[in-house]
């Protein structure tokens, strides 16, 4: 009888590995897909691809056991060679074949050239053919980056005490209201695709306090512009016992802080390779919603024309306005029209017109929204009832407000902006592995 006892030990070694060994001079196994080949007659530098970047290899004619002309770039293989120090090579060493073994080919030639260092192709075609153009080393680093964000949400604020939750997607009522719902049939029942996990993180905060949640979200907005996905992946949070809404900011500024010095850690490397500069978030300052409307009109000559909400090209000027004052990257945006926030938004006490709330602007665009919420069952009954809504379908969550909730308030981050305004692209679906919009459903 066989056990299974754990990972298992492989001879194959990765570059880390590579790299903290001592091995120069050594005989050593690797595997990995083939990049790019670069043949030059009695010598030949094949390239292969890891999930760390690129380890060039040398053939040589006569001494590597292999007929070079029978591989194909995009090849899946394991080769062996002596490791030797190269500064020219990517990360500084070089494999000299001794023999290739061939794992898997491919059965048609590459659509797109992912050897390039820039795929110079339309994002149309990078979309087209996903599976592909991720392979190239700068479309790959966008998504480790994209990574370290998440996991830097996630390890800030485990350490700050919130318990990860995983909620539904389907449900028979939106926390958000209105007409931007994917609707379907659920056994026969009406249902929809829930626009964030509101609700259910209220809900949670009376179990544990403080929760988070990293899951995709749905708004079926008829719009095709370059900062709005039907489809995507929110990073959310929520919080109890809370003093204020300006709690709320201060971890979000907490998480900022803590994600990017993770970044500058962990994802140097990417960071070159896409050659980012990592914004300041030291200081964050903070603006009233209708000050700051006042600020860009004053100062660039712009009439106000939507008192209740920020106008993209508002949200940009606002960016600047802070760019060009403090030198910030970063600006809340605070105390929001109580006509433009959900029926849960917690008024000002001292004017009702406005709420609790804020976005966060980054560059000149938003990606967080978020404020306290009304923790009172009478005050959000009232609310409800001002608004011409009915209970019907909130049952059980305004149940846990009748059971009594602390004070309390979160955030929702679309980590897809946040990702593009990071590195600087135009698109948010430069930042999306596979977006979905108004006219793509695939891959």
Known sequence: MEFITGVAKKDTLEISEILA???????????????????????????????????????????????????????????????????????????????IRILSEPTEQMPLQISKWKLKTSLEAKLNYRPVSLRNVRERAKFRIQEGIVRGFRDFLYEQGFTEIHTPKLGAKSA?????????????????????????????????????ETAPVFRAEKHNTKRHLNEYTSLDFEMGYIDGFEDIMAMETG?????MALLQKEYSRELKILGV????????????????????????????????????????????????????????VTHYPSKKRPFYAMDDPEDKTYTLSFDLLYHGLEITTGGQRIHSYPELLTKMEERGMT???????????????????????????????LLGEENVRETTLFPRDMSRLEP
């Open 21 to 99: 060994g001592d091995y120069e001079g050594k005989t050593i196994k690797v595997n990995g897909a083939v990049h790019t080949i670069r043949d030059m007659g009695d010598v030949a530098f094949v390239v292969l691809r890891k999930r760390e970047g690129l380890l060039q290899c040398v053939y040589e004619e006569g001494v590597t056991k292999f007929d070079l002309k029978t591989l194909k770039e995009a090849a899946t293989v394991e080769v062996e060679g002596v490791l030797a120090k190269e500064d020219r090579a990517p990360n500084g060493v070089e494999l000299r074949l001794n023999t």
């Open 176 to 212: 958000e209201g209105g007409a931007n719902l994917f609707k379907l049939e659920y056994f026969h029942r009406p249902a929809i695709l829930q626009q964030s996990p509101q609700f259910y993180k209220q809900m949670m905060v009376g179990v544990f306090d403080r929760v988070f």
């Open 255 to 259: 998480f900022l802080q803590y994600t």
């Open 277 to 332: 500069t990592l914004p300041n978030t030291d200081k964050i300052p903070c603006v009233r919603f209708d000050v700051a409307k006042k600020q860009v009109a004053e100062k660039y000559n712009r009439e106000i024309r939507n008192p209740y909400d920020l106008e993209p090209e508002e949200e940009a000027l606002i960016g600047q306005y802070y760019k060009e004052e403090c030198d910030a990257d970063f600006v809340f």
């Open 391 to 421: 209970e019907e379908g909130m049952e059980q969550y305004l149940s846990a407000f009748k059971h009594g909730m602390p004070p309390h308030g979160g955030l929702g981050i679309g980590m897809e902006r946040l990702t593009m305004q």
